[in-house]
């Protein structure tokens, strides 16, 4: 069964300030990647996704996240943090095959300072 | 774009009653899924369905059940409710068959049991 941690549980950063947020998982076959965003009072949206390819992804709001096999990583990084993505940061893993079960990982509160 | 109906954003419920969380989505989606959503422990897995009247258990199916009589419909039952089962109870959606397909997620439900 695959498993998925996220090692930073809360992070606070200024405005301006570069975010890398940390994903490990493991699971010994091919894997679906994908970081979630829940801004408060939201519900769960997708930010990017990685299954093939790049291994550098882009998705919205000038997110962006490397996949790295040989260390079972996505991390989740931003340039220059926003007040606006104050929100909590959700890593998931999904298998090949099937229904294509999801893991989460349990979640870092992202907390940016104006 | 895709929706995802919960019933109720916030319940409260005794001790012993049967609970009723429902989930309507209008994507024509075939799986549907029950989460559960604790500080700190991320989302968890209580039951999905792959299609109308099946059900698979999550990993943590322990006191729920599920329905599943229409497509857009998917229902969580707690029989007999307790208080360890406060939380907030996400259900979410997606394509069958494809490939890297993420979920959509509803707003939630944030059940209290007194």
């Known amino acids: 069964a695959q498993s998925v941690s996220q090692h930073n549980h809360h992070v606070i950063l200024s405005e301006a300030a570069s975010l890398e947020l940390g994903c490990n998982y493991s699971y010994g076959g091919t894997v679906n990647l994908f970081w979630y965003v829940q801004y408060p009072g939201q519900h769960l949206q997708l930010l990017l996704k990685y299954f093939s390819g790049d291994p550098l992804v882009k998705g919205i709001k000038g997110f962006e996240a490397e996949f790295i096999k040989s260390k079972f990583s996505f991390n989740l990084r931003k340039p220059s943090v926003q007040w606006s993505d104050t929100a909590e940061y959700f890593c998931a893993v999904s298998t090949s095959g099937g229904y294509q079960k999801v893991t989460f990982g349990t979640g870092t509160k992202l907390q940016v300072i104006p | ?114």
């Open chain 2, 1 to 114: 774009d895709v929706k995802v109906t919960q019933s109720s954003r916030y319940l409260v419920k005794r001790t012993g009653e049967k609970v009723f969380l429902e989930c309507v989505q209008d994507m024509d989606h075939e799986n549907m899924f029950w989460y559960r959503q604790d500080p700190g422990l991320g989302l968890r897995l209580i039951y999905f369905s792959y299609d109308v009247k099946m059900k698979e258990k999550g990993d943590i199916p322990e006191g729920y059940s599920v329905s599943r009589e229409k497509k857009e419909r998917f229902s969580l039952i707690l029989e007999s409710a307790s208080t360890n089962q406060t939380s907030m109870y996400l259900c979410a959606s997606n394509l069958s068959g494809v490939r890297n397909q993420p979920q959509h997620f509803g707003d939630g439900t944030r059940l209290s049991i007194l």
